[in-house]
């Protein structure tokens, strides 16, 4: 505090560091760079070419769709038809026919009341989350949700409980001893690091007896679980909940782009009206909200689809877990691998991605419980050959100690 007679000028005085040059203003940023380098957590970009033939066990693609035909094909018609962008936010000039044609199918598809789509599945949960609580709710969150979710929490100024994994115990406490009598729970359906699923039917009820409301994150469980691929919460039993919101993004099993919120009509309705990630944010581009409606279309026509990724899934577990690797036994697309370290993570994925599989790689502070890893994700397309490769490949480039 500046004393009686120092005003501002003396408080400026006392707390500020001598100026620096410009140039030196992000030095910080070097010494910063270099603890992450001690760590071995520097990340690297590695851009893919138009014609990459690496066997990807690493991206989201999960039903093979991105690349197809028929959904890249209405990418580009879109493209051409609406144009390359969509010219403004939804409630402005950016709202299309084909927005809401794609909101009534996705909402159709999943058994919901409606939907309502956003730029991305980030925005989406952002845009979920802070409008469906406030400084007024409590919001009570399993530890490991996506990232998107936990910046929601932190934007929306509610009482937050972060609770340990998959604790139901842990989520009715937080309920019955919260202080605010509006409640949300925020939980991912299948978790995307360890590719587990919540025990979605138990927190529908958990909920419900402590009068809060479901919102769960169906980013990895939409397009592989339900008997057609409507997702986790529709396998549940949810589908259609009065009090239970799921967020999607259309960047995966559609292999598309953006995301939506399904839900209730009147939460939908709420949202158009107060979710700050919908109102002030440039509206989903025609090209991705086409290839999200050829998508879903395959989706309907090739409901076999989903149970591939499953038995993929399956099969190349259990391979890697005979091969001696600590894996997850996946409930959906995604397995993961423990490795030793983050740099023996880092120095094993590089080496896959030398013979030619791509892998993913977290590690430190991308995963919760701080153990690196191999993240691996199958497709729906993948042959016996494929998954022949991956394990070896994996087995021959694995680091000593794994
Ligand atoms: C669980 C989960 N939620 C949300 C998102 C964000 O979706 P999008 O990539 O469409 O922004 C992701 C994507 O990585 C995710 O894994």
Same mark, same amino acid.
Request: hydrophobic share 45%; net charge negative.
């Given at each position: ?10 408080? &400026? ?57 028929? *959904? ?78 936990? #910046? $929601? ?27 605010? #009598? ?7 359906? *299948? ?19 402590? $009068? ?6 169906? =980013? ?15 396998? =549940? ?20 782009? $953006? $995301?939506? *919120?399904?839900?209730? &009509? ?42 591939? *990724? ?38 094993? =994925?590089? @080496? ?10 977290? @590690? ?14 199958? @497709? ?23």
């Amino acid at each position: 505090m500046p004393d009686a007679g120092g005003g501002d000028a003396t408080l &400026r005085d006392v707390t500020s560091p001598a100026p620096t040059p410009p140039e030196q203003t992000f030095d910080w940023l070097d010494a910063e760079a270099g603890k992450r380098g001690d760590a071995g957590l520097v990340r690297q970009l590695r851009p893919r070419a138009a014609g990459d033939r690496d066997l990807d066990l690493a991206g989201n693609d999960y039903l093979g769709l991105a690349k197809d035909k028929r *959904v890249a094909g209405a990418a580009a018609a879109a493209a051409l038809k609406w144009g390359a962008g969509s010219t403004g936010s939804r409630l402005v000039t950016g709202s299309l026919e084909l927005h809401t044609e794609l909101e009534h199918e996705l909402a159709r598809f999943c058994g919901a009341q409606a939907a309502l789509v956003f730029s991305s599945g980030f925005t989406a949960n952002l845009g979920a989350v802070t409008a469906l609580s406030g400084h007024e709710s409590a919001i009570v969150t399993d530890k490991y949700i996506h990232a998107s979710l936990i #910046e $929601g929490c932190r934007l929306s100024r509610a009482d937050i409980a972060a609770v340990a994994h998959s604790d139901l115990a842990a989520i009715t406490h937080a309920l019955s001893t919260r202080r605010k #009598e509006r409640a949300l729970v925020v939980t991912d359906s *299948v978790f995307s690091v360890d590719g587990d699923l919540a025990p979605l039917p138990e927190l529908a009820e958990a909920c419900r007896a402590h $009068g809060a409301a479901l919102l769960v994150d169906d =980013a990895h469980g939409f397009g592989v679980l339900g008997d057609a691929g409507q997702g986790a919460v529709h396998a =549940a039993g949810l589908a259609g909940a009065p009090d239970v919101v799921t967020t999607i993004t259309l960047s995966k099993s559609l292999g598309a782009q $953006g $995301g939506a *919120v399904l839900g209730p &009509r009147r939460v939908i309705k709420h949202l158009v009206d107060t979710a700050r990630s919908f109102i002030f944010d440039t509206a989903l581009a025609p090209a991705s909200a086409a290839a999200a409606l050829a998508a879903l279309g395959v989706l309907r026509s090739e409901p076999e689809l989903p149970s591939r *990724v499953l038995t993929a899934a399956g099969t190349l577990a259990v391979q890697l877990k005979d091969a001696g690797f600590t894996v997850s036994l996946p409930d959906a697309a995604v397995i993961s691998v423990h490795a030793p370290s983050p740099e023996a993570a880092v120095a094993w =994925a590089a @080496r896959c991605a030398e013979q030619g599989v791509r892998v993913g790689c977290f @590690r430190p502070p991308s995963v919760p419980d701080g153990i690196s890893r191999l993240r691996l994700t199958v @497709r729906a397309d993948l042959t016996e050959s494929d998954l022949d490769t991956a394990v070896k490949v994996i087995s021959s480039c694995a680091p000593a100690a794994s």
